[in-house]
């Protein structure tokens, strides 16, 4: 089986680098007319597969929108991603997870193994150090999977810790995405990504990175093109997968709108893969 870092170039290249979301909101079901509930949830969740499968480079379920609705939701976020990957359409489970030892490794087994919420890369949270996402990072290399590291996040809270400067010089991000080139190291493309928002000012050199630059805050959330142009060096622009949701989801639920809106923002941001 190829690398999730292989799987996800070749998806880009074929339907361009964009991941869409799919964060079903209180205010996203009550605007498509939906109940706010697990029935609710499921057919949103179904509208966006319709929407989505076999049509973008990557999809991305926020994990806590399905978790609010408990086992309900759960069984509903099991669902779409087994549909979504039995068609080919990568999966990206926006979970966050992180913690240490034992409970690091039940998150990796949750997420990146064959079990009923596995999927082909999941969100990690570095902030307890980066060794201690180690079961994850190892569990996704064995599984050939991915796994996307929190590094310079949009919120204005990050930056108290992001952006604090270490004995050596480099701020905590920097180490971040340090620590992930590493990990990259000798791969054609590698499965371990870092996560910057589109919407900074400033983001960690990523020259080094050989791996996936998940950018949200697209669209709705005021990144665009150009802030993502300014952001990275031309050197690494195809690696940078965008992230949209609202901006797209908002269109819904009518599926040939969402569809366009995808299409138009595949467009946009086509320079990224040339």
């Known amino acids: 089986m190829k690398s999730f870092g292989s799987r996800l170039r070749h998806a880009m290249r074929h339907f361009g680098p964009v991941c869409v979301g799919i964060d079903p909101h209180p205010e996203l079901l009550r605007s498509w007319g939906l109940t706010e509930d697990a029935e609710g949830?499921?057919?949103?969740?179904?509208?966006?597969?319709?929407?989505?499968?076999?049509?973008?480079?990557?999809?991305?379920?926020?994990?806590?929108?399905?978790?609010?609705?408990?086992?309900?939701?759960?069984?509903?976020?099991?669902?779409?991603?087994?549909?979504?990957?039995?068609?080919?359409?990568?999966?990206?489970?926006?979970?966050?997870?992180?913690?240490?030892?034992?409970?690091?490794?039940?998150?990796a087994r949750t997420w990146l193994a064959d079990g009923p919420l596995g999927s082909d890369a999941v969100t990690v949270s570095p902030y307890l150090g980066f060794g201690a996402l180690a079961p994850a990072l190892d569990l996704a290399e064995a599984e050939h999977r991915g796994v996307f590291v929190l590094a310079a996040t949009s919120n204005p809270e990050g930056a108290l810790v992001q952006r604090a400067v270490a004995a050596d010089g480099r701020t905590v991000a920097q180490t971040m995405v340090d620590?992930?080139?590493?990990?990259?190291?000798?791969?054609?493309?590698?499965?371990?990504?870092?996560?910057?928002?589109?919407?900074?000012?400033?983001?960690?050199?990523?020259?080094?990175?050989?791996?996936?630059?998940?950018?949200?805050?697209?669209?709705?959330?005021?990144?665009?093109?150009?802030?993502?142009?300014?952001?990275v060096p031309e050197s690494v622009l195809r690696n940078v997968v965008p992230n949209v949701s609202r901006e797209v989801l908002r269109e819904g639920p009518d599926i040939p709108a969402l569809r366009a809106r995808v299409h138009a923002m595949q467009d946009a941001f086509a320079f990224l893969q040339k």
Request: charged content about 20%; some cysteine.
């Open 41 to 107: 949830l499921e057919r949103f969740a179904e509208i966006c597969v319709e929407a989505f499968d076999g049509r973008v480079a990557l999809v991305k379920p926020q994990v806590a929108f399905f978790e609010a609705y408990g086992c309900g939701g759960i069984a509903v976020l099991e669902r779409t991603i087994e549909v979504l990957r039995a068609s080919g359409t990568l999966v990206l489970a926006d979970a966050k997870r992180g913690d240490i030892g034992s409970t690091m490794a039940a998150y």
């Open 179 to 231: 620590e992930a080139a590493a990990r990259n190291a000798g791969a054609q493309f590698g499965s371990v990504g870092v996560v910057v928002g589109a919407t900074l000012t400033e983001a960690p050199d990523l020259s080094a990175l050989n791996g996936p630059i998940l950018m949200p805050g697209v669209g709705a959330q005021g990144g665009a093109p150009e802030t993502v142009r300014d952001l």
